[in-house]
């Protein structure tokens, strides 16, 4: 017994030493080191290595964050408010960087490397890297959803939301299993929901919340943003799991010959084209608008943020504008499959072959949306999308007002979280 | 054995005056010895316990933190009058009670069975014991696939591929089902210590004056056994109304299925809200202690005689 807990004691005992050791050794040889922390990008170690080798005086490090955006923004934030200032560089979901900034976490872009990231980059993601007009983070990747649609059962893609389900309900009525006429699209409640609905909105060309992000307005077009909502909701088009689908079940309808379009993020394309009886049929097109303006597609993507507690912004300030160098920008493009911000990196004749739908993305990039701007999003997006699930169940009218008073309590961080 | 009972009274009176001035010294040195241990416990426990006390008088928001402010009780009206918050609550106290009485008949019959079992006996203890040894996330993330159509067989079986797990009613069903099937084996292992403090002459005493099964069990094992149930049932529901882990995986709180557990995580961890996120804390703090009151109140009646004089 006695001997057993001594050697339990002394192997804790070797574990702390070795741990400290660990822990020292970043620091330890002099250099520089700048840890980045980001999600698990499977080609992201060679930009770093690309880097790494044009450097001066400093090192990067590639932590990888968990893989889920809740679990990364709940690791981070822990630390940041703790001041921990071991984290330099930290890729932000575009939804974040209001909520960091005003907590004082991360430093403003100034200067020369603020006008290095305004360089030909796209104005719509470059708009979700500031907060109250300044600048705080440099857009590393973008996304937005297309419609994408079977070629052989619809010859020319819709151009509205009405367009479609009445196209839809058309392919469902021969009640034909060959030919079939859903819509799959995000309506579990979960964020997925709520970029749907901001899409709806701004394309309704109404907002959510007011320009400064401190009161809930949640206006006319708004309210019809949930009348589309809900009639696509209750419609026949509509897949029957919509109120529990995520990206991935959308995905899934269509690959499995149950829905004729899907709105989705790009990375269905690739994931497709092992599917031989979908791939050649797979098109695509804007998404569909609501009165034929074109839509205005709610943005996605990730922002490079440098940390307030950082020993060596400076190095941060350069590792950042390395690694979303237009180069760099354009490897990951091809390897990991996420679209660029810089546009003059659509151009490149490498992108044409992954991205053919490249034009379409560009086309909707430039007419796209930010989600509400407040540094209490987390709170904003738990609350639309707890109030708009299900969506079969809106009431346009009710709902609308009881967003408008959980939303400004959420703001007035005075209620509490579902 | 005798000689020591024999020996004690004989060296007593002499000794007590020397007997007792070494015990004062050591108590006194074993008061010292626990002085360390009892002082970081107040470090680790007592310290965050007022600390969340304190935040949750406070307006204390990490997203604004030029808004800081004492408020006084202002979060606990807030949270007190919030429907979310008792929707959680019913939901905790309506899993925590269907759970705890279905683990307890069930418990009840599994330590019947381990208890009387001839053959096997190891390997029914064992079999039994097995969905307790498995880390409750794991077995959280087999319920949530065995209910996701598609890939589930009890979605496909039972639900007829519903997802079930994404209406309140049959979400909350498939949670206290998960927790059930879970803890039955700690509810039915401290119940079979209960059964241990049955003498079997007891019962053929009373089965020699006729008393039938039933009776034998109502009139005769249940009363004797009755401490080893109220601890069993005090474990079970402090342990269920603090559920998290199995609500985490299998609903994440969706479709108003959060306990207050996972609410207050939401607040905290999620939405950074120290101020409200402290007030839920310290609300579930004084929820477990209530139970806890209750169940040590009956204790009080019902632990010393058992029957005798004590009922009240």
Known sequence: MRGKGHRLAAAGGAALIATSALAGCGSGDGGITINVYKYPQENFQQIVDNCNDRAAGYEIVYHKLPREADGQREQMVRRLAAGDDDMDVLALDVTWTAELAKAGWIKEFTGQAKAQVEDGTLETPLETARYAGRLYGAPDNTNVQLLWYRGDLVPTPPKTWSEMIEMGARLEADGDDKTPGLVAAQGKQYEGLVVLYNTLVNTAGGQILDESGTKAVVDDGAVKALEVLKQFATSKVVDPSFSNAAEDDARLAMENGKAAFQLNWPYIYAAAQAVPDLAPNLKWAPYPSIDGDPAEVTVGGINYAVSAFSRHPDESFDAVSCLRSAENQKFAAINDGVPPTIESVYDDPEMAEPYPMKEAILETLKNASARPRTPAYQNVSTVISTILSPPGGIDPERTAERLRSELQDALDSKGVLP | ?312
């Open chain 2, 1 to 312: 054995m005798s000689h020591a009972l024999d020996a004690e009274p004989r060296l007593s009176p002499k000794a007590k005056a020397a007997l007792s001035e070494g015990k004062k010294a050591e108590r006194r040195l074993g008061l010292l010895l626990c002085a360390p241990a009892i002082l970081i416990m107040a470090a680790v426990a007592g310290w965050p316990i007022l600390y969340s006390l304190w935040l949750s008088l406070q307006r204390y928001d990490l997203k604004f933190p030029d808004r800081t402010e004492f408020v006084g009780l202002d979060n606990y009206v807030t949270v007190l009058t919030n429907p979310y918050w008792w929707n959680a609550m019913w939901v905790t106290v309506l899993i925590t009670v269907v759970s705890v009485a279905v683990e307890l008949v069930l418990g009840m019959a599994l330590a019947l069975i381990m208890h009387r079992t001839l053959v096997g006996r190891g390997i029914v203890r064992t079999s039994t014991l097995i969905p307790y040894g498995i880390v409750t996330v794991v077995a959280a993330f087999s319920w949530r696939y065995a209910w996701t159509p598609g890939t589930g067989y009890l979605a496909e079986t039972v639900a007829g591929g519903d997802p079930v797990l994404t209406e309140k009613i049959p979400a909350i069903m498939v949670v206290t089902l998960a927790e059930i099937w879970k803890t039955t084996p700690f509810m039915a292992l401290l119940l079979m210590a209960g059964l241990a403090l049955v003498p079997d002459d007891l019962l053929k005493a009373a089965a020699m004056d006729g008393a039938s099964a039933w009776q034998r069990f109502t009139k005769v094992m249940v009363p004797v056994m009755k401490p080893a149930i109220l601890v069993a049932l005090l474990f079970r529901t402090l342990d269920a109304f603090r559920i998290f882990d199995n609500l985490f995986v299998l609903t994440a709180g969706s479709q108003g299925t959060s306990s207050v557990s996972m609410l207050t995580y939401n607040n905290l961890i999620k939405g950074l809200n120290l101020g409200i996120g402290s007030t839920m804390s310290v609300l579930i703090f004084i929820a477990v202690a209530v139970i806890a009151f209750v169940f040590v109140k009956l204790f009080g009646t019902a632990a010393p005689g058992g029957d005798g004089g004590g009922r009240r």
